[in-house]
């Protein structure tokens, strides 16, 4: 079992940034892959940005250029830096562990989300 804790969301003004923090129960070194998916109101959730084991880097065009993934080793956390946030990435944001080695297999995690709105 894994427990992915989000941190970081709020209200922000269309131009400002915000940092996202996903906090891992476990290494986040032996997870395949850790992303950040948002899920806006009506709307299906997508794919933000992802980091695998070997540091390789996928985002959503959306979002390419405002917004950086990366590992926090002393934290043992997934951060997404978001910048020149838009009305339109206003959603509820969520850390997903990917490929965790368990006994037999694979799972895969969810962290319980948290709201950014973009907004002035």
């Known amino acids: 079992q894994v427990q992915l804790v989000e941190s970081g969301g709020g209200l922000v003004q269309p131009g400002g940034s915000l940092r996202l923090s996903c906090a891992a129960s476990?290494?986040?070194?032996?997870?395949?892959?850790m992303g950040w998916y948002r899920q806006a109101p009506g709307k299906e959730r997508e794919l933000v940005a992802a980091?695998?084991?070997?540091?390789?880097?996928n985002y959503a065009d959306s979002v390419k250029g405002r917004f950086t993934i990366s590992k926090d080793k002393a934290k043992n956390a997934v951060v997404l830096q978001m910048n020149s946030l838009k009305p339109e990435d206003t959603a509820v944001y969520y850390c997903?562990?990917?490929?965790?080695?368990?006994?037999?297999?694979?799972?895969?995690?969810w962290g319980q989300g948290t709201q950014v709105t973009v907004s002035s």
């Open positions: 476990r290494s986040i070194f032996s997870m395949n892959v």
């Open positions: 980091i695998t084991s070997g540091a390789g880097l």
């Open positions: 997903k562990a990917e490929g965790v080695p368990i006994v037999g297999g694979f799972q895969d995690y």
